[in-house]
């Protein structure tokens, strides 16, 4: 946390965050808890980018992470970037908690999406903690506002067996469209390991082609071990 209340998060690529086993937050907070949502600025539109190869890693601690996109004209104002081969890392009965918010955008800006997850990138949660990952994208005029993407070859949501829950609402305004609750396109995938459940929830945002939950391709997945619930 900044602790005045505003401004982004930047993990620079192949930077790492380690706990061994304390909990980790990244967010906004005038006290410096974390509890609120990074914001993304004029110059920064992300309100949190874990860069390419950058890694979070708790250990067995909690993850929470919380951000919001820049409220401006341009597009891809996103709440919570993780671009390729990005990771977020827990194990045992640490708990991972990531909620994004696409930037409300004006005019025609789009892709205004609330957690995108790029090739490569994962979210791993432990054997008993729960998973959960969640985004609401922009109200924004242009196009592709989703909640939640994951896009790209290896880019997953999963656990070790604990119970890995998504949540995603899709945005958009007047003439906006394809704006999906929870996407997933180019080989994108949300598991679990043995034991644990997985929870997929959306709600499609404004205008045409706009889907609660979508999958896109071939590739993509939701799944869990034999006999466990989705």
């Not at 509890?35 to 190869?53: E, I, K």
């Not at 708990?95 to 918010?101: E, F, H, Y």
């Not at 506002?145 to 997953?156: E, P, Y």
Request: charged share 5%; proline share 1%; hydrophobic share 30%.
């Amino acid at each position: 946390s900044d602790g005045n209340g505003s401004g982004a998060i930047w993990l620079g690529g192949s930077s790492s965050i380690s706990s061994n086993g304390g909990n980790i937050t990244l967010g906004r907070g005038t006290v410096g808890d974390g509890s609120g949502f990074a914001l993304g600025n004029a110059g920064f539109a992300y309100g949190v980018l874990v860069d390419s190869s950058a890694t979070l890693a708790a250990g067995g601690g909690n993850i929470n992470v919380r951000g919001q996109g820049y409220d401006g004209p341009g597009s891809t104002q996103v709440g919570i970037l993780l671009n390729s081969s990005a990771s977020v890392t827990t194990t045992g009965a640490g708990n991972i908690d990531l909620r994004g918010q696409g930037g409300l955008g004006t005019g025609g800006s789009g892709t205004n999406i609330g957690i995108w997850m790029l090739t490569g990138a994962s979210v791993t949660g432990g054997s008993t903690g729960s998973t959960t990952v969640s985004g609401t994208g922009g109200a924004s005029g242009g196009n592709s506002n989703h909640g939640v993407l994951v896009s790209g070859a290896g880019a997953q949501i999963n656990s070790n067996g604990g119970t890995v829950s998504v949540i995603g609402s899709g945005g958009g305004s007047g003439a906006s469209n394809l704006n999906q609750g929870v996407a997933l396109n180019t080989s994108g995938v949300i598991s679990t390991g043995a034991g644990g459940g997985v929870s997929v929830t959306g709600i499609a945002g404004s205008g045409a082609g706009s889907f609660g939950v979508q999958l896109s391709g071939a590739g993509d997945s939701i799944n869990t071990p034999t006999g466990e619930a989705i």
